[in-house]
């Protein structure tokens, strides 16, 4: 038998009048990768955040070891040699590697020698874990994948044997989660327990050696993974079958022009041109999908085209509903409460930054952008029950657990932040839909559901522009594939056109010297 780094006994936590664990039960052998799934809401955070002392259980026990220990802060598990790294990194910009490193561990008044002893300890763990990083560099100037790295390095650095990630490749390329997953495997031949946190069944049976699969605070399902197969875990997660979304076969001519852009320029402030000359038509009834590795215009042309920033060369022409157009040359720009009075809603790719108040109830949050709806005044004034009610409404159609509409809205998961946004831009059956990285944090139930929300608006008529670093969504849904890279469009394929190897050989395309043009 391999001896446990992980047992859960008997872990009962509520909040509120939900039971967010009831009675869970979890065993991690040592030096193993284990993963734990479910819906959105299932529970897996919770428990995540009992194991690194963020919650208290009300009930149950906490073994390591084989032994039992009571987990009441984040320190407390660090020092029984628990990490985690978090969804979203909590990492200061402005600081270097190593600064963020030794960031609360700094070692007293003796600093600066404390400062090379941490050096010389962090470079040897990039060494041994492969996890390189330049101590001197600044975080504000590395990617992704490397802030990916620091925060595991920060957790090694304070002695972690077990080691929490909570959907580690959300804003990962392909490559960088290669990347990422030979990391772990090299951390479990050195002895690191790995709990993976991920709604990718692929994954998980990529990396992992057993599996265990939540739904509503339960455990439903623990196995090898080598036993299992991804209908199995999605059967497990959401309690039925889930099905890919039924495209219409229907042949369908060209819909009238939505948004016509041309010829769209933007640099940002370090003089980068992260926009080069992009031309783009959307036409009703049509789902143009934007491919690209992160960071090369991608969200540049969502902020653009949503009114969040002003191109600076270009023209942006919209069609009305009554036939007549309105056109802006730059650096003229409509602001995002103009363009939804065009009916241009916009799901943006950070819902924390842009999509929502972490501060505000759920049903203050389900209205933001909305507050002159009709349905939620009273006279001159809003409505707080009216807002409610709509919430309800919203949080029914789109599954929002717990539907709780007087909930804070940082305390829903990350998932159901995500349902809320889409609740509240789907609902007033827009004319154009920009919409950035839909499903990125959410499960395999939610995705399939928000894949057919968005089939549903297209075959309304609906002009949908969606970027998505995930390939397989964007060959699933979009009607027609244009390539970014650089800031440039460098392909321009029909649906049946497209494959992943061949959007991925135009992913690494430069675009050449010329103007880069997507026509209908």
């Given at each position: 038998?391999?001896?446990?780094?992980?047992?859960?006994?008997?872990?009962?936590?509520?909040?509120?009048?939900?039971?967010?664990?009831?009675?869970?039960?979890?065993?991690?052998?040592?030096?193993?990768?284990?993963?734990?799934?479910?819906?959105?809401?299932?529970?897996?955070?919770?428990?995540?955040?009992?194991?690194?002392?963020?919650?208290e259980a009300d009930e149950g026990e906490v073994c390591l070891d084989g032994r039992p220990?009571?987990?009441?802060?984040?320190?407390?598990?660090?020092?029984?040699?628990?990490?985690?790294?978090?969804?979203?990194?909590?990492?200061?910009?402005?600081?270097?590697?190593?600064?963020?490193?030794?960031?609360?561990?700094?070692?007293?008044?003796?600093?600066?020698?404390?400062?090379?002893?941490?050096?010389?300890?962090?470079?040897?763990?990039?060494?041994?874990?492969?996890?390189?990083?330049?101590?001197?560099?600044?975080?504000?100037?590395?990617?992704?994948?490397?802030?990916?790295?620091?925060?595991?390095?920060?957790?090694?650095?304070?002695?972690?044997?077990?080691?929490?990630?909570?959907?580690?490749?959300?804003?990962?390329?392909?490559?960088?989660?290669?990347?990422?997953?030979?990391?772990?495997?090299?951390?479990?031949?050195?002895?690191?327990?790995?709990?993976?946190?991920?709604?990718?069944?692929?994954?998980?049976?990529?990396?992992?050696?057993?599996?265990?699969?939540?739904?509503?605070?339960?455990?439903?399902?623990?196995?090898?993974?080598?036993?299992?197969?991804?209908?199995?875990?999605?059967?497990?997660?959401?309690?039925?079958?889930?099905?890919?979304?039924?495209?219409?076969?229907?042949?369908?001519?060209?819909?009238?022009?939505?948004?016509?852009?041309?010829?769209?320029?933007?640099?940002?402030?370090?003089?980068?041109?992260?926009?080069?000359?992009?031309?783009?038509?959307?036409?009703?009834?049509?789902?143009?999908?934007?491919?690209?590795?992160?960071?090369?215009?991608?969200?540049?042309?969502?902020?653009?085209?949503?009114?969040?920033?002003?191109?600076?060369?270009?023209?942006?022409?919209?069609?009305?509903?009554?036939?007549?157009?309105?056109?802006?040359?730059?650096?003229?720009?409509?602001?995002?409460?103009?363009?939804?009075?065009?009916?241009?809603?916009?799901?943006?790719?950070?819902?924390?930054?842009?999509?929502?108040?972490?501060?505000?109830?759920?049903?203050?949050?389900?209205?933001?952008?909305?507050?002159?709806?009709?349905?939620?005044?009273?006279?001159?004034?809003?409505?707080?029950?009216?807002?409610?009610?709509?919430?309800?409404?919203?949080?029914?159609?789109?599954?929002?657990?717990?539907?709780?509409?007087?909930?804070?809205?940082?305390?829903?998961?990350?998932?159901?932040?995500?349902?809320?946004?889409?609740?509240?831009?789907?609902?007033?059956?827009?004319?154009?839909?920009?919409?950035?990285?839909?499903?990125?944090?959410?499960?395999?139930?939610?995705i399939e559901y928000i894949h057919r929300q968005i089939a549903a608006l297209r075959e309304?008529?609906?002009?949908?522009?969606?970027?998505?670093?995930?390939?397989?969504?964007?060959?699933?849904?979009?009607?027609?594939?244009?390539?970014?890279?650089?800031?440039?469009?460098?392909?321009?394929?029909?649906?049946?056109?497209?494959?992943?190897?061949?959007?991925?050989?135009?992913?690494?395309?430069?675009?050449?010297?010329?103007?880069?043009?997507?026509?209908?």
């Open positions: 038998m391999v001896p446990l780094a992980v047992q859960l006994r008997g872990i009962r936590k509520r909040f509120g009048n939900v039971w967010a664990n009831d009675g869970v039960d979890l065993e991690v052998a040592r030096g193993s990768i284990h993963g734990l799934v479910g819906e959105n809401g299932a529970g897996k955070s919770t428990l995540m955040g009992i194991l690194y002392g963020l919650h220990v009571r987990l009441r802060s984040a320190q407390e598990a660090l020092r029984h040699g628990v990490g985690m790294v978090h969804q979203h990194f909590m990492l200061v910009d402005r600081f270097t590697v190593l600064e963020n490193v030794v960031l609360g561990a700094e070692g007293g008044f003796a600093l600066r020698r404390g400062m090379a002893q941490a050096q010389r300890e962090l470079e040897r763990l990039g060494r041994e874990f492969g996890l390189a990083v330049d101590p001197r560099s600044r975080v504000a100037d590395l990617p992704v994948g490397a802030l990916q790295r620091v925060e595991i390095l920060k957790a090694l650095y304070r002695g972690a044997r077990i080691l929490i990630l909570d959907e580690p490749t959300g804003v990962l390329t392909p490559a960088e989660t290669e990347q990422l997953f030979a990391v772990l495997r090299d951390l479990k031949a050195r002895g690191v327990t790995v709990l993976l946190v991920t709604h990718k069944l692929k994954e998980i049976l990529a990396v992992t050696d057993g599996v265990t699969v939540m739904r509503a605070g339960r455990v439903v399902a623990t196995c090898r993974t080598a036993d299992t197969r991804e209908q199995q875990l999605a059967q497990w997660m959401v309690g039925r079958q889930v099905l890919p979304v039924a495209r219409s076969t229907e042949p369908r001519g060209p819909g009238e022009v939505r948004l016509q852009a041309d010829g769209l320029w933007w640099h940002d402030t370090h003089g980068v041109a992260r926009l080069r000359d992009v031309t783009l038509t959307l036409r009703a009834g049509e789902i143009v999908g934007v491919a690209g590795v992160a960071g090369n215009g991608q969200s540049e042309l969502l902020a653009v085209l949503a009114g969040l920033l002003a191109a600076e060369k270009g023209r942006l022409c919209w069609t009305l509903g009554d036939g007549r157009q309105r056109e802006l040359h730059a650096p003229q720009r409509l602001s995002p409460r103009e363009l939804r009075h065009l009916g241009v809603a916009h799901v943006p790719e950070d819902r924390h930054r842009l999509g929502l108040v972490l501060g505000l109830p759920a049903w203050e949050s389900a209205l933001l952008g909305y507050e002159d709806d009709p349905a939620v005044h009273r006279g001159r004034w809003l409505s707080p029950a009216a807002m409610r009610a709509q919430c309800r409404r919203l949080m029914a159609a789109f599954d929002v657990r717990p539907p709780e509409p007087s909930l804070q809205t940082s305390k829903f998961s990350g998932g159901n932040q995500q349902k809320l946004i889409l609740a509240r831009e789907f609902a007033r059956a827009p004319r154009v839909l920009l919409i950035g990285q839909p499903t990125r944090g959410v499960d395999i139930g939610a309304a008529g609906c002009a949908v522009l969606l970027v998505s670093t995930e390939l397989d969504e964007i060959l699933a849904l979009a009607d027609r594939i244009v390539v970014m890279s650089g800031g440039r469009i460098t392909g321009n394929l029909a649906r049946e056109e497209a494959s992943e190897a061949r959007l991925g050989a135009l992913m690494g395309t430069s675009g050449g010297g010329g103007p880069a043009e997507v026509a209908a």
